[in-house]
């Protein structure tokens, strides 16, 4: 990357569902190693960030206009407890940057975004499921192992 192409981070709106969608398809077909027809996804995903906007916040990388890559915070508030200041944790999903964009520390620089974001919101942790490939990625960002965490496979077809 030539320094006369910056790559700008910004918190996503509503107007970037399409973007934030075509970013989602893309690392599907990625995972899948093709084309996915699905021909209702991105009225579904505008469905879904709707229903989502008030708890979550997206991130976009963009280059010289394009976006190049995601992530998004889910902000979850602790039930209350007497005597106990409320808190909050984050958890952070789906960050992805187009392959032909990779290498440049523009997940980096997202997840750095998405931190700044959490602790501004007050969270006190931010926690994620990566992959066995992102694993490396996420270390080098300051997460660690977590002391306990369970998870329950409600439907047998699908994986965690």
């Known amino acids: 990357m030539t320094s006369s192409h910056t790559v700008s981070i910004r918190q996503a709106g509503e107007h970037d569902v399409p ?22 996804f991105e009225e579904r995903f505008a469905g879904w960030y709707a229903a989502e906007a008030s708890r979550r916040s997206a991130f976009l990388a963009e280059l010289d206009g394009e976006a190049v890559g995601m992530v998004n915070l889910a902000l979850i508030e602790r039930m209350p407890r007497p005597g106990i200041p409320a808190t909050r944790w984050a958890y952070l999903g789906n960050a992805f940057v187009l392959a032909t964009h990779r290498d440049r520390e523009i997940g980096s620089a997202l997840v750095d975004a998405a931190t700044a974001h959490a602790r501004v919101c007050g969270c006190d942790r931010i ?24 998870a329950r496979v409600l439907d047998e077809g699908r994986a965690l």
């Not at 190693?33 to 209702?40: H, L, T």
């Not at 926690?127 to 369970?150: I, K």
């Open 19 to 40: 973007a934030l969608a075509a970013l989602r398809r893309a690392w599907t077909e990625e995972q899948a190693g093709q084309p996915v027809d699905d021909d209702g």
């Open 127 to 150: 926690v994620l499921s990566p992959t066995e490939r992102s694993v490396p990625f996420y270390r080098r960002a300051g997460f660690g192992p977590a002391t306990m965490l369970l």
